[in-house]
């Protein structure tokens, strides 16, 4: 009897273990307000796209396709944010606003900052040089492309067009003097969510937003 309970609180505490070990789908900095509390302008950056695509698929792409399809992808995510922030803002009235992403993009490559020579730059200098207080990046890990143009392109590559609802999708926002993460939110994507980017981000962030800090700051 004394083996099985050893057994059984063994594995019950395994489970507990593991329950508080899971990632929380939204983190917001226990200092948010104290940080972000001056923050007057924001900057959304290309996010980073990883395409799953099948070693078969991957082999009817000629050198440096799968990356232009990934930056497509990216630019549309971080078109999508924009687009989402800037409807919720006239509703809302929240004090920080939004650099275009126009210009965020053209300062990133004036500068020569592609992705690869962004992901060795801190946080804090990215902020520098586009004069913002914080920057909103994230990830996209999917199988195929959501936005029109990505899905479009890949259909002429394969013959088969058609988004696709399944992978992840993770949202950050940063501080620009200290480089602290003021918030996170990351999401398995679904059917619930919408098969386009516009609609997986308008949904993703409708489901957040109670949990977007910046809208409680006036």
């Known amino acids: 009897m004394k083996f099985k309970q050893i057994v059984l609180l063994t594995m019950i505490s395994l489970v507990v273990s593991n329950a508080h070990g899971q990632t929380k789908e939204i983190y917001t900095n226990p200092q948010f307000y104290s940080i972000a509390q001056n923050h007057t302008r924001l900057a959304i950056l290309p996010f980073d796209v990883l395409l799953n695509l099948r070693p078969k698929e991957k082999e009817k792409l000629k050198p440096g396709e799968l990356e232009a399809l990934e930056k497509k992808e990216g630019d549309a995510v971080q078109s999508a944010i924009q687009t989402y922030f ?15 992403i126009s210009k965020t993009n053209a300062l990133l490559a004036k500068n020569g900052w592609g992705a690869d020579i ?98 409680d700051i006036k």
């Open 118 to 215: 962004m992901r060795s730059k801190t946080k804090e200098e990215i902020c520098s040089l586009l004069g913002v207080d914080g920057v909103i990046s994230g990830t996209l890990n999917t199988d195929k492309p959501m936005s029109e143009g990505a899905s479009v392109a890949l259909g002429v590559i394969f013959g088969v067009w058609g988004p696709t609802n399944s992978g992840k999708c993770t949202i950050n926002v940063h501080d620009g003097k200290g480089g602290e993460l003021l918030w996170k939110y990351e999401k398995t994507l679904s059917r619930s969510l919408g098969s386009d980017i516009n609609t997986v981000i308008n949904t993703m962030m409708r489901k957040a937003s109670k949990k977007f800090p910046y809208e």
């Open 86 to 100: 800037l409807k919720v803002k006239e509703k809302e009235d929240f004090k920080v606003n939004f650099q275009d």
